[in-house]
């Protein structure tokens, strides 16, 4: 079965006046060989159309190149291989190039399937970087995502968390601002995608054991209560939500 990231790009070939209007080439050769499953031509194609001087200002190159090393990043063959041993990591580069282009968001939304796969696999690693103290790869993991997806309030608040266990306080607190200007963006936080809602209340959980850990209560408190209206049905959050509510009386 055809995936759904290929079916959104073959739903792209039926929208030209959607492709004209953001830039002259459709890509159509990328779209064939990432259809075709034949992602190392598809890089090489990319990043050729990337340096060159007529095409290096067009988002879809990046784009597909993304795609590509995603999709290659779960292949034990190109995992095997030097070239493309980094391939999920070089998947999230690209990605922020390719957000870099598309200032417009001309295509972003178009791969809504893509962004929630990749959002997935990336705070996955992020989050296993947290738990191993590996503290400056989950910082790079998280501010990688930040960069292709800044409308993701989670991300920024783990980069936040991560940057705090390093104990780069001026980092955190910026990223602690831009996570609040994410989140105030959002008219409802249950409308998010389901892999951003994930990673948010993960987030949440994260920051208020680490501020109550520090004996920071009312912060553990506040932040926690960000999420009451959205996650209550967590167990895992439902009970430091009351044990922080507890403490107050305590």
């Known amino acids: ?50 340096d060159r001087d007529a095409t290096h200002r067009d988002a879809l190159p990046y784009l597909y190149a993304s795609m590509c090393f995603f ?27 390719y957000r870099r282009k598309d200032k417009n968001l001309a295509y972003f939304r178009n791969y809504e399937d893509y962004w929630s796969e990749l959002n997935t696999v990336a705070q996955e690693v992020g989050l296993n970087y947290l738990d191993q103290q590996e503290y400056s790869k989950a910082k790079s993991q998280f501010q990688r995502m930040t960069r292709y997806n800044p409308e993701n309030p989670g991300a920024w608040q783990m980069l936040a968390l991560a940057q705090s266990r390093m104990n780069a306080k001026r980092d955190a607190a910026e990223s602690l601002m831009e996570f609040r200007k994410a989140l105030d ?42 999420g009451k209206d959205y996650f209550m049905e967590n167990p895992e959050f439902k009970a430091l939500y009351e044990e922080l509510e507890a403490s107050v009386s305590k």
């Open 1 to 50: 079965m055809m995936k759904m990231t290929q079916l959104a790009f073959c739903l792209l070939c039926l929208i030209p006046n959607l492709t004209a209007t953001a830039q002259e080439k459709p890509y159509d050769d990328l779209l064939v060989l990432y259809v075709d499953e034949n992602y190392e031509k598809c890089v090489n194609k990319a990043q050729r159309y990337v």
């Open 71 to 97: 999709e290659m990043s779960k292949i034990p063959k190109y995992q095997e291989m030097d070239e493309y041993d980094h391939a999920g990591r070089d998947a999230l580069k690209w990605a922020a190039k």
């Open 185 to 226: 963006a959002v008219p409802d936080v249950a409308h998010l995608p389901k892999d951003q809602r994930i990673l948010l209340r993960e987030g949440l959980i994260r920051n208020a054991n680490h501020l109550e850990a520090k004996g920071r209560l009312d912060s553990a408190r506040t932040t926690i209560g960000l």
